[in-house]
């Protein structure tokens, strides 16, 4: 399956618009949540291709976030990839544990997290 939707979650306006003005350049369709409440319910309204997840937020913060939508049998299947401040190996590993499928570390940098993109819609393309 390629990845064109992919849901940007960020309690930062400006972490958000510099991920929404990348992304749709590069032809993607950006869904935005704001917090873990709204990631979840768009989550299953929308079924975007990957989310990418901010972890500190106010509310339900990215990995609990991460969890419930990694657990829920209608949203389980989507990929999530944590983009986060948080950048010891604990904050990586606790990540992974909530069923982030991969890990980076804020400032994204936009063409390497392309690449990880690219990849995915790969792998998924293969199974």
Request: hydrophobic residues 40%.
């Amino acid at each position: 399956m390629a990845i064109k939707r992919i849901m940007v979650v960020d309690d930062s306006p400006t972490e958000r618009h510099v991920l929404n003005d990348f992304l749709t350049r590069k032809g993607f369709e950006v869904i935005i949540a704001e917090n873990g409440e709204q990631a979840i319910e768009k989550a299953k309204a929308e079924k975007p291709d990957l989310i990418l997840m901010d972890v500190v937020m106010p509310g339900i913060n990215g990995y609990q976030a991460t969890r419930t939508i990694t657990r829920d049998d209608s949203t389980r299947d989507i990929p999530v990839i944590m983009c986060t401040s948080k950048d010891l190996p604990t904050d990586r590993i606790w990540g992974m544990r909530q069923g982030a499928l991969d890990y980076m570390v804020k400032p994204v940098n936009l063409e390497e997290l392309l690449g990880r993109i690219t990849q995915l819609g790969a792998a998924n393309n293969d199974g």
